[in-house]
């Protein structure tokens, strides 16, 4: 378990999303805690008011998260992409069309779904973080 470092795409991830005019718009409640699972590595996004208050790689397996996004390291790769192909364009397309599973409190993550979604829009900017 390492907490991410001021370099890379993870660090990259952070600031776009700390700096994110429309994060901060809507991301006065946006505070949860969510895990990408990106196949090689994953990643542990702790949100609190619109700001990633921690960011870890890899977590220990008994990290808690209110829900996880699984998804291939190619269905990432895919989703990640500037214009990404169609069925990888979001994450209800890539759930219903290709491997992407959403796990945990659906409810948070339908909570947070704005913010959440912008957020994820921002690694067709950084790429897969992992």
């Not at 990640?80 to 796990?103: N, S």
Request: proline share 6%; net charge negative; glycine share 8%.
């Amino acid at each position: 378990m390492t907490t991410a470092t001021e370099s890379g795409p993870v660090a990259e991830f952070r600031r776009l999303s700390d700096g994110d005019p429309e994060v901060q718009a809507h991301g006065a409640y946006f505070s949860c805690t969510y895990l990408l699972d990106m196949e090689r590595h994953s990643f542990l996004v702790r949100m609190h008011r619109g700001r990633v208050e921690e960011l870890v790689t890899d977590p220990e397996p008994l990290t808690a998260y209110d829900f996880a996004i699984r998804a291939s390291a190619g269905t990432w790769g895919e989703f990640c992409k500037p214009v990404p192909k169609p069925m990888y364009h979001g994450i209800w397309a890539a759930t219903f069309q290709r491997d992407m599973r959403l796990e945990g409190d659906l409810l948070v993550l339908m909570q947070n779904l704005r913010c959440l979604t912008r957020q994820l829009e921002l690694l067709r900017v950084t790429g897969p973080l992992g």
